[in-house]
């Protein structure tokens, strides 16, 4: 089996042959963290955007979208508690000078006790063949049993170290698990410390008159401080939801792992308002329809998996992750936060204007609670880009290289080849273009010979295969490849545009949620 490292170095060298993602200004090395979406990288991210809109916005009446600006009073975050409280803890390694994030030093010990569950879990299940029990053998095994609590023994006292602010006890959970520095194995260790994730940046012309601002961390306060303008313009009645889509931006210390973790991202949010004391009811809801969403798009339910927080952000009661299974193992795809009424509150103390619904069912007003489901897009492409790229073993004896997005996101819906450069084929071919292009996007290849234009589609991500040959000419027939089986059907060409279509339509993926 390949390397996690060797895998995850060819996500990255992948995305960049095919046109998917560039490293920022790379004519003059690149800027850590930072990253550009090229020609097919952008149709991806687009199509994941519009999947996530079309679920969240599209199927639910009581859900409205905003696009709120990125500068916002500088006040808002004071009130949203980030310039107090958006911290990371870092530490310092005396001996190599590398700075960690002292919660992921911790979390990476972890993920090394549970890769050791996953190998006793391989271990049995190979022993025991077809009559192996997966969730008999986690619940009963006494080595894994240790294993796993003893995992959950460290995540809960870091995350009660770093809710009390205890950050002694953080340094010495990391001296205590005998933690070394990655790059030089020293344990020679600073204090922990708290460093502030936000950029900050002026307004206005003058040194004297300029304003400090910052650049927002997370889309959501664009709707909190919106949130009345909203329900009243829109006539919303609670429960409703608002959604956004929006750069963030975040002075991430320990930036690594490709677009994983960048210093300007994109946060696909929605805050739901609820009544409070309801909060339980719809988190629990939320949950599930989030984990319908990401497993309607089928890459695999193995891959994803809940991870309840025990270390709560400033503004939650209950928060959860969706975790998906990325080449470097299961990491935090998408929050699900039950905000209660912090943000509203905070508001309206510190712009003193109420933030209150009027529920008519009940005859008085209130602060809603809201429910938050937040996901990466980035991560997201990241998810859907890993999850696709497959080294496959054919019948012949070759491998191909091939990208199984699911055709739904797929940048190009289909590739129209010509067999031969000559005897009209590529005005056939270019016709058709011409049909399908109001559609889907379609690209024409008529360089090399077939068999390697279906590899460079393969590659590519393209779903389907368009072949125009000298048949073609007789009887208005061509052949359709699909990328996945390779299997190939003759069909009429006033048939190609429908036979696309059922497979690529969001509604007959989103129908599954
Ligand atoms: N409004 C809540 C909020 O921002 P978060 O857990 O800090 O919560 C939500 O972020 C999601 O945004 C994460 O689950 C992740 O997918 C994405 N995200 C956060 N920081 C990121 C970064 N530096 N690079 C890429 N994506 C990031």
Same mark, same amino acid.
Not at 216 to 220: Q, V
Not at 253 to 257: G, N
């Given at each position: 089996m390949a390397k996690q490292e060797d895998v995850f170095k060819k996500v990255i060298s992948h995305a960049k042959e095919y046109g998917y993602v560039f490293q920022s200004s790379e004519i003059y090395d690149g800027l850590s963290a930072v990253y550009d979406y090229a020609q097919n990288g952008v149709e991806l991210k687009k199509n994941i955007r519009e999947y996530w809109w079309q679920a969240m916005v599209q199927l639910n009446d009581n859900i409205v979208g905003i696009d709120a600006a990125i500068f916002m009073h500088p006040t808002t975050w004071k009130a949203s508690g980030h310039v107090d409280a958006f911290n990371d803890p870092l530490i310092d390694n005396k001996d190599s000078k590398k700075r960690y994030r002292a919660d992921v030093l911790i979390e990476d010990h972890v993920a090394k006790i549970e890769a050791k569950i996953d190998k006793e879990v391989a271990k049995a299940a190979k022993r025991f063949g077809d009559s192996f029990d997966k969730k008999q053998f986690l619940e009963t095994n006494q080595r894994v049993l240790d294993y796993q609590t003893k995992a959950d023994g460290i995540l809960k006292r870091m995350g009660k170290s770093l809710e009390n602010e205890d950050l002694a006890d953080v340094k010495a959970l990391i001296e205590e698990l005998g933690i070394a520095c990655p790059l030089s194995g020293s344990k020679n260790w600073t204090d922990v410390k708290q460093f502030n994730l936000m950029f900050g940046t002026k307004l206005g012309a003058s040194a004297d008159s300029a304003m400090d601002l910052y650049l +927002?961390?997370?889309? $959501?306060q664009g709707i909190f401080v919106n949130f009345l303008n909203v329900q009243k313009t829109g006539r919303m009645k609670i429960p409703f939801g608002i959604a956004q889509t929006g750069k963030a931006f975040r002075n991430e210390?320990? $930036? +690594?792992?490709f677009i994983f973790r960048m210093r300007e991202f994109e946060q696909m949010e929605m805050q739901y308002f609820i009544k409070p004391g309801t909060q339980q009811e719809w988190y629990e809801k939320w949950k599930e329809k989030r984990m319908k969403w990401h497993l309607s798009l089928g890459m695999g339910e193995d891959n994803y998996r809940f991870h309840d927080h025990e270390k709560l952000a400033h503004y939650a009661d209950a928060a959860a992750d969706i975790e998906f299974k990325f080449p470097f193992g299961f990491k935090e795809l998408e929050g699900i936060h039950s905000r209660t009424d912090f943000d509203l509150s905070q508001h309206e103390e510190y712009s003193g204007k109420k933030l209150q619904y009027f529920d008519p069912e009940e005859n008085k007003s209130y602060v809603p609670y809201v429910l938050e489901t937040s996901i990466g897009l980035d991560r997201m492409f990241l998810a859907v880009f890993s999850n696709s790229l497959k080294e496959e073993e054919l019948e012949n004896g070759t491998t191909r290289t091939v990208l199984k997005i699911p055709a739904v996101l797929a940048p190009t819906k289909a590739a129209v080849l010509p067999l031969l450069k000559r005897d009209g084929l590529p005005e056939v071919a270019n016709k058709l273009i011409d049909e399908l292009k109001w559609d889907f996007n379609v690209i024409y290849d008529e360089k090399d010979a077939v068999g390697r234009r279906y590899r460079r589609q393969d590659a590519a991500g393209t779903p389907f295969c368009v072949t125009v040959d000298h048949q073609t000419l007789e009887d208005d027939t061509v052949t359709i490849r699909h990328r996945d089986t390779m299997e190939q059907q003759r069909v009429k060409l006033s048939q190609v545009k429908e036979i696309i279509s059922k497979e690529v339509d969001m509604r007959y993926w989103l129908q599954k949620i």
């Open positions: +927002r961390p997370e889309t $959501a210390i320990v $930036a +690594r792992q």
